[in-house]
């Protein structure tokens, strides 16, 4: 799969063929899952409601059980009347943390990415001038084929000041570091701007890393330890001198 690669004047340079990662499964479960967890842990419990045992009020029995011809009624906390506490409000101590195993998360990244590849939305940035200039940057993204107004993700190797700082102003427009890179980031976004070696450095990062086996340690022989040697009927063969005879 190739991408178009413009240099930092907005001009075509050539293309660039995307490593094998980009072509990777799509799993639009998977990509949902990833997503909902990034959203469900950067939730923030903050309302609260105060329950029964909460609200401000006495536990006395409002007025007897029986011979009263009303409704029973206990204390005046309950739920059911004004001023009382809330049965099931919001509570400040919910947790909404959702965990995901490590190669899940990798594989729905993979999926996301090669999602937008698919859609031919990944384009390449030779180079950018580390000057901060929100006006070159705007001039830049007018010639560019992304559509601005709509989300644009730059995907940087490392941390470019010049970059950062003249991109933050534009409305849609946001600066990642490849190590940053995540499943809602990436499907959110209209165009993905990939921005010198960040290719290179997303294939070393996400790639797959060839473990070698670990070396078959050899345990020593243990000279003290008498091997006894049997022939194919089972019997013990005489012919080994470390086998006592029976005297």
């Known amino acids: 799969m190739n991408i178009e690669v413009f240099t930092a004047t907005g001009q075509k340079k050539g293309t660039l063929v995307l490593p094998s990662l980009f072509e990777s499964r799509i799993n639009q479960g998977l990509m949902h899952q990833a997503v909902m967890r990034q959203q469900s842990n950067r939730r923030n ?18 007025y007897a059980q029986k011979h009263t011809g009303r409704a029973r009624r206990g ?4 739920p059911l009347l004004r001023g009382g506490g809330k049965a099931f409000g919001p509570r400040s101590e919910a947790n909404f943390r959702k965990n995901m195993p490590k190669a899940m998360r ?22 950018y001038p580390n000057t901060i200039k929100t006006k070159e ?26 970059l ?4 933050r102003n534009i409305p849609g427009v946001k600066t ?34 060839k473990t070698e086996n670990p070396a078959k340690t050899t345990m020593p022989a243990n000279e003290e330890s008498v091997t006894r040697k049997r022939t194919s009927s089972g019997s013990l063969d005489s012919s080994d001198s470390s086998v006592p005879s029976n005297a």
Not at 45 to 61: C, D, F, L, Q, Y
Not at 164 to 167: L, P, V, Y
């Open 45 to 62: 419990a903050i309302a609260h409601a105060k329950n029964r045992h909460e609200v401000a009020g006495s536990t006395r029995k409002l």
């Open 75 to 78: 204390s005046i906390r309950s």
């Open 106 to 127: 990798r594989a729905a990244l993979l999926s996301c990415l090669s999602f937008q590849a698919k859609k031919g939305i990944i384009l390449g940035l030779e180079d």
């Open 137 to 162: 940057m705007s001039a830049l993204l007018k010639k560019l084929p992304v559509e601005l107004g709509r989300r644009i993700l730059v995907v940087v190797p490392e941390r470019h000041q010049g």
């Open 164 to 167: 950062e700082m003249s991109a």
């Open 176 to 209: 990642l570091l490849v190590s940053y890179l995540n499943p809602e980031d990436v499907l959110a976004s209209r165009s993905i701007i990939f921005l010198g070696e960040a290719i290179a450095k997303a294939e070393e990062w996400l790639g797959e890393k």
